[in-house]
């Protein structure tokens, strides 16, 4: 099976046109099915938009004829009204802008926290193999970079390139109309090579931000890495080496921005020369018609003020095309995060898992992330309900692969998994989830208080119910002498623990979900000897009352287990009680034998 991957963070080669997936894939958020009131929302926002913009064309229409009429002393009235309409029609203008800017706030503030909500719960129903194989902050950032792109290509769509299209179009059609094809041919001429060129110039400085983009993720995923890994970096003293390393990535992205800086420069240069060139030759052409008694003094102010009402937005189109193109992208690789399918999934319609007594069987398991890597082989055993069954062997054995398979983490390469006779792969699985607490040995916690992460195990707990869970853990009396006690923060990933006190918080967690199948994968192995014993009382009365399976490293920790297989390469080479075990004078009583003698154990 191949393992899915990340959508590319770079941009595509350069095209002059626009990638529109990205459009295809925001589509649905702003036209929504079954919610007529958002649909209304933006019929309303694009009608005042396009009121907006016939309101301002007309305005230097109204400043020509002012003009015309102030010449005449004999028509005092007729300027004040047309100074009245000339000021009304701006305000106007203005107020139909300022609602659109309020109907698509609401309009893109919906769509971006609806398409967050999605691509996050998405991200949550992956499978575990996804995560594992992703690269550290990528997520975050294709996700931050994709909701804040549906906000710039709303803006800059709805308030820069498609507003400037409608005034150019209805600009060109009144020049055409009132001053002839000449100044209308000039104009659009003028317009098109003012958009050719900037389109091209835009795609060629591009490649800058497409090198601006990889290097910036390149410092982020330094920065994060170091961060994450801050104690490794103070174990060797590497403070110097990550700062180079990050200088390096930061160095990088300075000669990319560099590169971007100048090269707006040519691109306003050329836009310049475009934009000037156009004004000259159609004043000029105006200016002769008015000495030629053709146009009137208000017709050149008027072809003057559209002239400018025209190329003043466009100074901006490069950069709007450019955003609008990146925020296309961007939303595009967000987006396609939706379409990584799952490796683990639910067949239709699936059955829950219907819970009787807690029989686990693992009947000819075989499994393998990689098909020339086998990591399980014929692995078979049942554990009776209530049972307690202990894993034991070398790393690399397959011990918490085991524990993965029956959560379904993964599904099997052959082989089946039954809960009271139900293969779980048939069955769904937050169902089987349920049933199951784990507690791993990597301990992770989340950057909140000691009572969050206890409550994490069930997010309606009640404060007793955490304080007894607590109790149980071993844990109660550390956190009492806390300062804030429950309220204590626990710091990033539980920094502000010691290794035994995060261990002991996932205890009290897993023990707060009450599950009905426990899986201890070496849970007291952070512990001090005082501490694990007592732990160790508390699980092995959990163990009578639970289905349970214990992953060891301490044999002494798995003694009164009904059932110990010792994992080498994959395979169960020894199965049996304890006493079983160490009669058998294998690996088990060999490994005994080391430990007994560290620890001064008696069989």
């Known amino acids: 099976m191949t393992a899915p991957t990340l959508p590319s963070a770079e941009l595509p080669k350069p095209s002059i046109t626009l990638n529109l997936r990205g459009f295809f894939y925001l589509w649905p958020y702003l036209w929504p099915k079954g919610l007529p009131k958002a649909k209304f929302r933006l019929i309303v926002a694009l009608v005042a938009m396009m009121l907006s913009k016939i309101t301002v064309i007309a305005t230097p229409l109204f400043f020509k004829y002012i003009i015309d009429d102030l010449k005449n002393p004999s028509l005092i009235a007729i300027p004040f009204f047309l100074i009245l309409a000339y000021a009304g029609a701006r305000l106007f203008s203005g107020l139909l802008n300022e ?14 926290g609806e398409a967050g909500r999605n691509v996050f719960n998405h991200l949550h129903h992956l499978s575990l193999r996804f995560h594992l194989e992703r690269k550290t902050g990528s997520l975050t950032q294709i996700i931050q970079r994709g909701i804040k792109s549906i906000e710039e290509f709303m803006q800059f769509t709805t308030f820069s390139l498609l507003p400037t299209l409608i005034e150019m179009t209805l600009v060109v059609g009144i020049f055409f109309y ?58 060797f003293n590497n403070e110097a080496h990550e700062s180079k390393r990050y200088e390096a990535a930061l160095l990088a992205y300075e000669k990319a921005a560099i590169k971007s800086k100048m090269s707006l420069s040519v691109l306003n240069t050329v836009q310049n020369i475009i934009t000037s060139s156009a004004l000259f030759g159609v004043l000029f052409y105006a200016g002769v018609h008015f000495y030629n008694h053709h146009f009137s003094l208000g017709d050149f102010v008027a072809i003057n003020a559209y002239l400018l009402q025209l190329f003043i937005p466009l100074y901006m189109i490069g950069f709007a095309y450019r955003q ?77 692969t085991i524990a993965k398979l029956l959560y379904r983490f993964y599904d099997t390469s052959s082989g089946r998994i039954l809960i009271d006779g139900q293969d779980i792969r ?46 149980k853990a071993q844990i109660h009396k550390f956190v009492q002498s806390l300062p804030d006690g429950y309220n204590t ?68 920790t798995i003694t009164h287990a009904d059932q110990i297989l010792v994992l080498d390469q994959g395979e169960i080479v020894e199965r049996g009680t304890h006493k079983e075990l160490l009669a058998q004078k294998g690996l088990y009583a060999t490994l005994w034998e080391k430990q007994a003698t560290v620890d001064g154990e008696t069989a």
């Open 324 to 400: 609008t193109r990146l925020a296309l992208i961007n939303m595009e690789q967000m987006f396609e995060l939706l379409d990584v399918d799952s490796d683990v999934k639910d067949l239709p319609n699936a059955p829950a898992l219907d819970f009787k007594k807690g029989e686990i069987s693992f009947e000819n398991v075989n499994f393998n992330y990689q098909p020339e890597r086998p990591i399980l082989k014929n692995i078979s055993f049942t554990v009776p309900p209530k049972g307690t069954l202990a894993l034991v062997g070398g790393s690399g054995g397959g011990k918490s």
């Open 426 to 471: 048939i069955c769904q699985q937050q169902g089987v989830r349920q049933l199951i607490g784990v507690v791993p040995q990597d301990t992770v916690l989340f950057n909140d208080t000691i009572a969050y992460n206890i409550g994490y195990g069930k997010p309606n707990a009640t404060e007793d119910e955490i304080i007894e869970a607590a109790k």
């Open 489 to 556: 923060m626990v710091g990033e990933r539980g920094l502000k623990l010691s290794g035994g006190e995060k261990q002991r918080v996932a205890i009290a967690r897993t023990l707060l979900k009450n599950p009905k199948i426990f899986i201890f994968d070496e849970a007291t192995s952070a512990l001090d000897s005082h501490t694990e014993k007592a732990i160790q009382k508390q699980l092995e009365g959990l163990s009578k009352n639970h289905t349970t399976i214990m992953i060891a490293h301490r044999l002494s």
């Open 99 to 112: 609602a659109r800017d309020c109907i698509f706030a609401y309009i893109a503030e919906r769509a971006m």
């Open 178 to 235: 009132l001053y002839g094809p000449v100044i209308a041919g000039v104009a659009t001429f003028a317009l098109m090579a003012y958009i050719l060129s900037t389109l091209k110039i835009t795609e060629w400085r591009i490649k800058f931000m497409k090198d601006m983009n990889a290097n910036d993720a390149t410092a982020a995923g330094k920065a994060i890495d170091s961060l994450i890994n801050f104690e490794t970096v103070k174990y």
